[in-house]
């Protein structure tokens, strides 16, 4: 028999049209995975990486040893911010849809992520986050009408009309600066933790990419420093099956999961049910325990999915199916979140209608504030002469020149 | 003859090439299943296979390096880095590689990949989606560097760029790839449908590179600029009154030099536009050449028209560009000086 080379395609498994298929995805029973001390030899615990660390099971039962026995406040504070990621994403697409604001990228569908995640960590702990962390900097005490305002590139808008909506950042919340181009945050995370440990500090670093994004050269060079400095470091992936067009499996998930990244370098892996905040917050918690105790790195792929489009510059109808989302075996972590605490019954749908009516007013009143400060139609207006601060620390010669050209043509001089 | 926009010219090279030659293939994210973020790989793989139209890992730097090797063995890649902001994980690929391979080894090895990549600002896409890096790549001595302003010539120069065995940087105005556009933003866009240079044959032909040409003639002062800027300069002619001889490089590297220097002689006035930062920008290698080649015919020293030198702002888009107020300003002054 001859045999010839053929390139391999991956293909997804369902395009519009077709019937939603999720076989491709490797799930576990909640409350199967085994919990290591943190001091494990990353040889030993390779199993995490192919497994999937579930706490909720599918009748909303919390189980295993990942189980962290959240009581009613945890779980109501792990809900609240979840609802209020999902709410004011909802009111964000809607106001860029009435050409409001330019640009949107909505989390929804992985706003367990974000949450549980900054749950997990300390508040002198740094985040490094991507374009889609929007929870994170809410629940680090970002406040809504502030993160309306950078949307809006208006007078109190933290970039200073620099920014694409949402490339967020907040110095006092430790978490840094969104970039826009994928993947960098990356090694700088690797590097904030490095200087944590010269210093002789105990706070770690985390950071998040999208399963697209880990094919880009940082996240690879990131690994490798973290291995080789045993960095305290978070490094996570958030594989919410797409990237635009692409399927996961053309960023190279279809043989190992992303979560064996790392297992060539000695980081061992976690694969986490990424829709079920209780377990995304116990293997952070057990990640940032070994990085505090000089344990080194830990990669966790947080198993989720892109319910909405990419951006509202994207249309997701023309590459996978309409009904996809609603057929993810790991359903919506709101909902889950939600089910569970009915169930033990510190919940109940009519003190979840309120909740989110409250959470709505909340938004809407911080966007009535955030139009003070100016919209793309009406005043007041940052300063023109600003766009030439920050270039430098200090402003050389040829942009002070400018400035005054542009400040004179503007005044139709 | 058929009516088109940049886009669909530039789909349409893509398709009378791999038509025309098996070799070409296409590379880079979202241009396979999907089309492109801009469409402009829309029906290629439908009509060529998953083979030959490839949708890409998000790694700019594999894309570019395996296009080179995929070069060396016998095929002629064209790659898509879905915005010019983000072609920078492939510069080493681009410089250190691509650019020098046929050097390296005596011209024994070489590899014919076009890079296309959408440029410029206009859209509201803040600093990540509206760079114009071209000075970059002009600067790097191997790689041709083109950016057209129309679809016809987009459509000719990309199929001059595939079928060249040098590898072409091929930037892409995204501001004008629906339309020109004269730098008012408020003014409703303008399809390319009652454009002459909207009228591009649906088959094969060629715009060479490395040739400027004459957009406007005219006699008081010549205008050098490429992409969008080529727009602003036709609408800034008609706002001052001043006869204009608009210059579109096309080419910025191999750049065609009789064809300015000889207008500058005719007209004695030079300004320099271009939509990218200043400072050590395309302009600066433009106002050497003419300076030292039209010394003597010049009546006034060579203005610049430039973006200004910070990262493009999201907020102050319109005072960042440098539109029709600036280019007309630009004129004036070059005119008003003895």
């Given amino acids: 028999m001859t045999t010839k080379s053929r390139l391999h395609i991956p293909q997804p498994n369902a395009r519009p049209g077709d019937k939603p298929d999720f076989s491709y995805l490797n799930l576990a029973p909640a409350g199967s995975a085994d919990k290591p001390g943190t001091d494990a030899r990353t040889r030993d615990i390779e199993f995490l990486s192919s497994g999937l660390v579930r706490v909720l099971d599918d009748d909303h039962v919390a189980k295993g040893p990942w189980n962290p026995d959240f009581d009613a406040t945890q779980l109501q504070v792990g809900l609240r911010w979840m609802l209020l990621n999902r709410v004011f994403d909802e009111r964000m697409w809607q106001i860029q849809r009435q050409g409001r604001i330019s640009f949107y990228m909505q989390a929804t569908g992985e706003e367990a992520v974000s949450i549980a995640q900054g749950m997990a960590l300390r508040p002198g702990d740094m985040c490094f986050p991507s374009y889609r962390n929007q929870g994170l900097f809410m629940y680090r005490g970002v406040k809504l009408v502030d993160m309306m305002c950078q949307c809006l590139s208006n007078t109190r808008d933290m970039c200073q009309g620099r920014q694409l909506p949402i490339m967020y950042h907040s110095k006092s919340g430790n978490v840094f600066s969104i970039s826009g181009n994928l993947g960098t945050q990356y090694p700088h995370a690797v590097g904030w933790a490095m200087a944590s440990a010269i210093k002789g500090e105990d706070h770690i670093a985390a950071t998040w990419v999208g399963d697209g994004s880990t094919a880009e050269a940082d996240f690879h060079h990131a690994l490798t420093f973290a291995a080789v400095y045993q960095a305290p470091v978070i490094l996570n992936i958030v594989n919410n099956q797409w990237a635009i067009s692409t399927f996961q499996g053309t960023a190279g998930g279809e043989r190992r999961p992303f979560a064996a990244r790392g297992l060539g370098l000695g980081i061992p892996g976690i694969r986490v049910d990424g829709n079920d905040l209780l377990a995304v917050y116990a293997v952070t918690t057990w990640a940032a325990e070994r990085a505090r105790h000089g344990r080194g790195p830990t990669l966790i792929e947080l198993v989720t999915y892109r319910g909405g489009a990419h951006s509202t510059s994207d249309d997701p109808s023309k590459y996978r199916p309409k009904d996809e989302w609603a057929a993810f075996p790991l359903g919506d972590p709101i909902e889950r979140l939600k089910q569970h605490m009915i169930s033990q019954g510190s919940w109940s749908e009519k003190k979840h209608e309120q909740l989110t009516t409250e959470l709505k007013k909340e938004v809407k009143a911080a966007w009535k504030e955030a139009q003070q400060y100016g919209t793309m139609t009406e005043g007041p207006w940052l300063n023109p002469a600003t766009m030439f601060d920050d270039v430098f620390a200090n402003q050389p010669r040829n942009l002070e020149t400018q400035c005054h050209r542009m400040l004179e043509i503007e005044s139709g001089d | ?338």
């Fill in chain 2, 1 to 338: 003859m058929a009516r088109m926009n940049m886009i669909e010219a530039i789909r349409s090279a893509h398709e009378v090439m791999m038509e025309k030659d098996p070799t070409v293939v296409v590379l880079g994210q979202d241009v396979g299943y999907f089309g492109g973020v801009f469409r402009c790989t829309d029906g290629l793989q439908r009509k060529f296979g998953e083979h030959r139209v490839i949708d890409a890992p998000i790694s700019e730097g594999g894309i570019i390096g395996t296009a080179i090797g995929m070069g060396v063995n016998g095929l002629r890649p064209v790659a898509e880095i879905q915005f010019a902001d983000y072609i920078y994980p492939g510069f080493d690929q681009i410089v250190s590689e691509l650019a020098r391979l046929r050097y390296r080894s005596g011209g024994d090895f070489f590899s014919p990949v076009t890079i296309r990549t959408p440029c410029g600002g206009g859209i509201h896409g803040g600093q990540t989606h509206s760079q114009s890096p071209e000075a970059i790549f002009t600067h790097v001595s191997g790689i041709k560097t083109v950016m057209p302003s129309n679809p016809y010539d987009a459509k000719g120069l990309l199929i001059s760029a595939i079928e060249s065995d040098d590898p072409v940087v091929f930037f892409e105005p995204k501001r004008i790839y629906n339309g020109p556009f004269d730098g008012d933003p408020e003014k409703p866009a303008i399809s390319w449908n009652t454009h002459p240079k909207g009228e591009v044959p649906e088959g094969y032909y060629t715009v060479p590179l490395g040739q400027a040409v004459i957009t406007r003639p005219g006699n008081d002062i010549t205008i050098i600029t490429y992409g969008t800027l080529v727009h602003i300069a036709i609408a800034a002619a008609a706002a001052t009154g001043v006869d204009c001889e608009i210059i579109d490089v096309r080419t910025m590297a191999p750049l065609d030099v009789v064809t300015l220097t000889d207008s500058v002689k005719k007209t004695g006035r030079c300004l320099i536009a271009h939509e990218a930062t200043q400072f050590g920008g395309y302009g600066a290698e433009l106002t050497a050449t003419i300076q030292k080649e039209c010394f003597y015919d010049l009546e006034a020293p060579i203005g610049r028209v430039a973006g200004w030198d910070t990262p493009y702002p999201h907020a102050f888009e319109w005072q960042y560009f440098p539109g029709l107020k600036r280019m007309s300003a630009g004129i004036n002054n070059v005119m008003e000086q003895e």
